[in-house]
């Protein structure tokens, strides 16, 4: 009896706790023309899910000399689903029920395809006013602020915005300074995108919800180095909130004394 009790790791076995994925409902959503409860899950269209997998799916994180090769990239990233969820739904145990897979295995996919992301991020988001590629999408941007306001607006072909990313609950170290205006704990974003197609150019993450969205801009780099990116008639388009800058330009303001 004391051999068995140290050669065995599980004394008591318990049965296996069946799983009923949901894995199939995207492709049956896609199939029928329903793109809405698609995106609803995984925050993409269809097609741009596609691209996204095509892209990881030759990452050498996703292979490996093992007998036991990993979950399909496309099942990955669509564990990532719950990344667009808040509250009970973002638990581990709820994404392993819905995708059918166990929870060490939420957190290997996790893991590995956040790895890809990290991996093409120079990729994807930057900007060299040098670069052909660049050039291109600045002129498009250019022309569809023109057709949407008039000629003389043509120069503003960059915008930037705030947005908050709510947490859980309030963070256990310094927690107060997450707490912002709209009376949740949150970490904020400054997002610098091309109007015409959304592609993010530069961008600050990570700081306090408290902080306000012209002083969280300040760390970006287009407001520490906006020669990099503007030239004469060029600028920004901004709210009222920030500051206005020969390279930003900001709603009407009523001057102090009225």
């Given amino acids: 009896l004391r051999d068995e009790i140290e050669e065995t790791r599980v004394l008591n076995v318990r049965p296996k706790i069946s799983r009923a994925p949901q894995l199939h ?24 899910y596609s691209q996204i ?13 093992s007998n036991n090769p990993q979950l399909p990239v496309a099942i990955q990233v ?15 145990e ?7 897979v166990s929870i060490g295995t939420v957190y290997n996919c996790f893991r590995w395809v956040m790895i890809a992301i990290l991996h093409l991020h120079d990729q994807y988001i930057h900007w ?10 600045m002129e498009k941007a250019k022309d569809y602020c023109e057709q949407r306001t008039c000629p003389k607006w043509r120069g503003g072909y960059l915008c930037v915005n705030g947005t908050p990313f709510n947490q859980f609950q309030k963070p256990s170290w310094h927690g107060e300074v997450f707490f912002d ?7 904020t974003a400054q997002v610098v995108a091309l109007p015409h197609n959304l592609q993010i150019v530069d961008y600050v993450i990570g700081v306090p919800g408290s902080a306000h969205n012209a002083s969280v801009f300040l760390k970006s780099q287009v407001s520490c180095q906006p020669q ?31």
């Fill in 94 to 100: 709820d994404v392993a029920e819905w995708a059918g």
């Fill in 78 to 92: 669509t564990v990532l689903y719950a990344a667009g969820h808040y509250g009970n739904v973002l638990t581990t």
């Fill in 53 to 65: 997998v095509s892209i990881l799916e030759t990452h050498p994180i996703f292979h490996n000399n």
């Fill in 228 to 258: 990099d990116f503007f030239s004469e008639n060029e600028w920004l388009w901004a709210d009222s909130v920030y500051g206005s800058q020969t390279w930003c330009v900001v709603p009407f303001k009523r001057p102090p004394q009225g």
């Fill in 181 to 187: 205006r709209k009376s949740n704990y949150s970490l």
């Fill in 25 to 48: 409902l995207l492709e049956e959503w896609v199939a029928a023309g329903n793109p809405w409860h698609f995106r609803q899950k995984l925050r993409v269209d269809p097609v741009m």
């Fill in 128 to 137: 060299d006013r040098n670069d052909p590629r660049n050039v291109a999408e």
